[in-house]
């Protein structure tokens, strides 16, 4: 396979703002920029959303809420659905 160099300008923070995401999905920018060509060969278009998941704010706070609870010892542990309905008077 020949190759060759793309050279391209764009904003730093751009840049640096991408290469970070793609550090955190394992991805440099070259494979990144591959992946994003060659989809778009195959697809013949734009064709995909590739993104990390990241919860709202209200979904964030009830997983830190959920965490907070784990590590307390003195917090209610339930074993089954019942035990949880009848704690919840459901």
């Known amino acids: 396979m020949e190759t060759t160099n793309l050279n391209i300008r764009i904003d730093k ?3 640096d703002q991408a290469e970070q995401i793609f550090n955190e999905l394992g991805l440099n920018m070259t494979t990144a920029v591959n992946i994003f060509l060659r989809t778009t060969i195959r697809e013949h278009g734009i064709p995909f959303e590739l993104k990390l998941e990241v919860p709202n704010e209200i979904t964030a706070a009830a997983i830190e809420e ?5 590590a307390d010892p003195s917090a209610p542990r339930y074993s089954s659905m019942e ?8």
């Open 13 to 15: 923070a751009i840049k």
């Open 83 to 90: 035990s949880l309905k009848a704690a919840l008077e459901v």
């Open 66 to 70: 959920g965490r907070k609870l784990m």
